[in-house]
């Protein structure tokens, strides 16, 4: 019985393009922005600094910024960058809050999360 539901679990999962090996480590952060229309450019100007001092961060991948379409929209902006673990992104991140890159201006708002994929 156990085995007909290991079977099936990961025939399931494969079938979902998931891979319990392959995500164990390799994390996605999505971080989303709220600010106002007049903050884009600093915003942008403190996250293009950011990005490159994370990029020569070990275990750095990729990262990415998305402007909303809609003017309207909650949020401006969402930044998705893939790390190659939970630990190298938290190293960066505090040796980046320990560095001179410039913080993000006041009255931005901006609510970063580690997830891994679960599913494609």
Same mark, same amino acid.
């Given at each position: 019985?156990?085995?007909?539901?290991? *079977?099936?679990?990961?025939?399931?999962?494969?079938? %979902? !393009? $998931?891979?319990? +090996? +392959?995500?164990?480590?390799?994390?996605?952060?999505?971080?989303?922005?709220?600010?106002?229309?007049? @903050?884009?450019?600093? =915003?942008?100007?403190?996250?293009?600094?950011?990005?490159?001092?994370?990029?020569?961060?070990?275990?750095?991948?990729?990262?990415?910024?998305?402007?909303?379409?809609?003017? +309207? !929209?909650? $949020?401006? $902006? *969402? /930044?998705?960058?893939?790390?190659?673990?939970? @630990?190298?992104?938290? +190293?960066?991140?505090?040796?980046? /809050?320990?560095?001179?890159?410039?913080?993000?201006?006041? !009255?931005?708002?901006?609510?970063? !999360? %580690? $997830?891994?994929? =679960?599913? @494609?």
């Amino acid at each position: 019985m156990f085995r007909q539901a290991f *079977i099936a679990a990961f025939l399931c999962a494969s079938t %979902l !393009g $998931f891979s319990a +090996a +392959a995500q164990e480590s390799k994390v996605v952060l999505i971080n989303v922005f709220e600010l106002e229309a007049e @903050q884009e450019a600093p =915003v942008m100007a403190v996250w293009l600094q950011s990005k490159d001092f994370l990029a020569k961060q070990p275990g750095y991948i990729n990262t990415r910024m998305h402007k909303n379409i809609d003017a +309207a !929209g909650k $949020f401006r $902006f *969402i /930044n998705v960058a893939e790390w190659a673990s939970p @630990q190298d992104f938290r +190293a960066a991140s505090k040796a980046m /809050n320990e560095s001179a890159v410039p913080k993000m201006p006041q !009255g931005v708002r901006f609510s970063p !999360g %580690l $997830f891994t994929v =679960v599913a @494609q």
